[in-house]
């Protein structure tokens, strides 16, 4: 269940840590006015009372007055009589951070998604699935699980790639996004731990919120996963699940070297921890990797997600689950609720997919490859002052910025009709100022348009490292 | 998120309301199997600890203890040392009543499913729709709210029955489930109180106490609402929500009188009510009738569901929420977090089937009238004492038993391979076991076959009428 009310607390935690700058009302209105564009305060939620505020961040009632009378003037609030003030994301923000915007947008460069068109050929392998479509149409169309054909591809996929997989250990579900929601439902209760990466996929932190979890965090070092520092956190944690995106990580690209994998599975283990492994991206190795082994070959209770979405297209809203055996009619049982069962033909288009017909993988990378290397090099000449490193697959560039500014860099950027997606979207717990991601999946001369627009929301922003003297009311630290 | 424990008075209330007879503890094993093998024991979940429940039933452990060591015997039951005891849903059960059974069945029955095959013309439609795709194939592929193209049809369609709609206020989902979940997790907080009917929809009252929602029952007349007594209902229990299917009826096949509604919409408005209603069988108007004004013509504040899966076919997972443009933002982002959006392809089709190309509805109604005729006439014949109403619309019979039969019914027909839907699994809370859903979806011979087998597996029931003299060691009344 969506939260729709925000304690005083809450919002504190979102505010962030740096000091309020005079004059301290503008400020506080515009860091809440950052929140609702990056879609981390979503429409409709109802914001504390003034003096819920004031008494939380230590401030005077009147600078949180003056901030939510500027928010309303700004239109990013709508007080009601008698019911308190409701945040309004207007149809110029996106209101769910990666997943806008809405369909209807047309003049605006999307950086939010880490989506690409369409490959050659999909459309013919659409096509080509009708052939099989009458042996379904004699049924009843439904089937939580997913249609046999789709799951013993799925297993041959695995198989390939060094972990035996069985097509009934397979659940056939709406994207990965779907499969989270699934296994959350399945295997968590409200209050239960799950350690994630930080930074992580915002869209996984919202719904293992969603479903009651409470996140504890891995801070992903620079470079990636340091084995030992992870284990250190399970141990001291003892968390439920562990949510890990071990190749390629979204949003920083990195993979987790497989000669780490046995050790780190070894630490979940140890505290009887359940993996839940999202290989969205797995197939997007950029640089030519050999592929490595599952974590899942060393973790035999693990559930791996993967999806259609990222190698393929983000149309077609097929995904899964791999799961050990005995989870399985769990898994079926909370996914039947959700939605009862998979399109049909969708699922024949997937199968024939993963058989190699009709699109060719490495067309795909190659594709992204060029893009990735497209835009390293624009960010590089237009931003020298930002750091790019140059991932080795996945979707996105995860760049570092020379200030606590990735949230007003999102707010500047909307004025310049630029969707960019804030670094703090991706921490579950405040955090991320210091970076954005920037995808690389649009086409070429959108990304040449984005970068122009990038820098000059920068130039809006500049550099805002807290001036020494800068008077500082109260000192927002979490 | 599934509840994956029981406590005795959870199992006490799902026990129902008739004696133990004797021998004791083989009744109560038969019960707690009769809850397996209809789905509302689901697999995995634990049982509440032997002396917890002799305690809440007030019986002997001993009793329990045989009980549940009968089970185990049988397969419905696996104790894990220090554990508990675990349902088994076994291979041979449904897990999650209407919901099942896993694709992989072969002998059996099925008269849990009320969803016919696709009709002729749908491949041809699909074939068709592939024209549009190249159009969507060029971007990203997501889109929460749904294609504009799928939301004008929609928005028309209501036009077209009374109900002037925007394509904006339309949300699509991955069937009427999905909209139910997505409406329930936008609107609903924990305890919140939903208004339901008795009997209704199974999948919907599961979706609905997931949510956290405590349902209130409206026990709906033998031939339907009543109005001045359902505005009572309403008044005495102020619920956030009322959930309704007023045409056709999820089991009943009753619709709501046009007269009727008017009244109905005021009681929900004076308490501040909001309606969702479902109106995924409103095409399925079985005699003629002429149709009727949505409900949300006369409340303005109603969520209306719709879906493509029952005038069209189940294997297109694609339905709708209609509602006020207020909500829509709300609605999109949790619909977001739940799978981020529908199929490209599905969309595309269900515009071109709702602008009414290639598949011919009154073909639909007309198969569907001539197979209720036939069940009916054949259950007249061979279960001359079922009550067996012939409902105005819908794919379901709701039939009356001449005792408190229909779970030991259901688990009798499991052994002759016949999948039932007891009428518990209809109720909020208790009740049903004089009724029988009794879709008539299936191919003619599938009916004749499924009857002669009913009529078996009535032989082995009998009519368990409580006999004066039976011991009773306990009553479960709740």
Known sequence: ???????????????????????????LADRIRYLVVDGRLVHDVRLPSERELASTLGISRATVAGAYARLADLGFLVPRRGAGNFVRAGPTTRGNGLVGPYPDFTDLVNLAFASPPAPAGLDEVYRSALDELPAVLGGHGYGPQGLVSLREQVAAWYGERGLPTAPDQIVVTNGAQSALNVVAGTLLRTGDRVLVEAPSYPNALDAL??????????????????????????????????????????????WLDEEARPELAAALRRT?????????????????????RPLAAWLPDALTLGSASKAFWGGLRIGWIRAPRVLIRSLVQTRALLDLGSPALEQLVVARLLAGSGVDVEEQRSRARMQRDHLVGLLTRRLPDWRVPTPGGGFTLWVGLPGETSSRLAAAAERHDLLLSAGPRFFPDGGGERHLRLPFTAPRQHLEEAVERLARAWADVGVSSPRPGTRRPWDLSV
């Open 272 to 292: 009887r921890t359940t993996a839940v492994v999202d290989e969205t991206l797995v197939e997007l190795r950029l640089d030519g990797q050999h592929p490595r």
């Open 209 to 254: 919120r969603r479903s009651g979890a409470r996140l504890v965090a891995y801070p992903l070092p620079e470079d990636g996963w340091q084995v030992s520092g992870y284990a250190t956190t399970v141990r001291q944690t003892a968390p439920r699940l562990a949510h890990l995106i071990p190749e390629f990580h979204n949003p920083t690209g990195h």
């Open 1 to 27: 269940m969506a939260t729709r009310w925000l304690s005083g607390q809450d919002l504190h935690g979102l505010l962030g840590t740096l000091p309020l700058q005079f004059p301290a009302y503008q400020d």
